[in-house]
């Protein structure tokens, strides 16, 4: 398992959408913008699903995510790639309709995907 730096924990809450990335099970590849996407700790990411459609079925069927963000003061760009787990009811599947409900009280999460992050780049470079 892997651990965020800091730069990147910075780089993430800075970053609003974010870019997140699937493929399918045959290797299609699919790339969305999500408002709802964030650091729990240094090791775990989680990603609300409010609209999914080809995203969800890439992920039940391939539970691998990457995520792209940009922090707009250094002008860096990460990518951390992780596996996932889904979670539709109970504690942590709660914590992220609370999360939502925050700004958009009308918006219920289908699911919390949590991401195990494996792997971080900076460009071509491996950071974790």
């Known amino acids: 398992m892997a651990k965020l730096p800091t730069e990147v924990l910075t780089a993430i809450e800075k970053t609003n959408p974010t870019c997140i990335a ?3 099970a045959d290797g299609v590849p699919n790339i969305v913008y999500v408002t709802y ?3 729990l700790d240094d090791q775990t990411m989680v990603v ?3 609209k999914f459609q080809k995203t969800r079925k890439n992920l039940e069927d391939n539970p691998r995510l990457s995520v792209v963000v ?8 990460y990518q951390i790639k992780g596996k996932v787990d889904c979670a539709l009811d109970g504690a942590r599947y709660q914590e992220v309709v609370d999360w939502v409900h925050v700004k958009h009280p009308q918006m219920t999460p289908k699911a919390a995907f949590y ?3 494996e792997e971080v780049y900076s460009g071509a470079d491996r950071l974790a």
């Open 70 to 77: 940009l922090d707009p003061d250094t002008r860096k760009s």
């Open 37 to 39: 996407v964030k650091a």
């Open 115 to 117: 991401m195990t992050v």
């Open 22 to 24: 699937t493929s399918s």
């Open 48 to 50: 609300a699903d409010n």
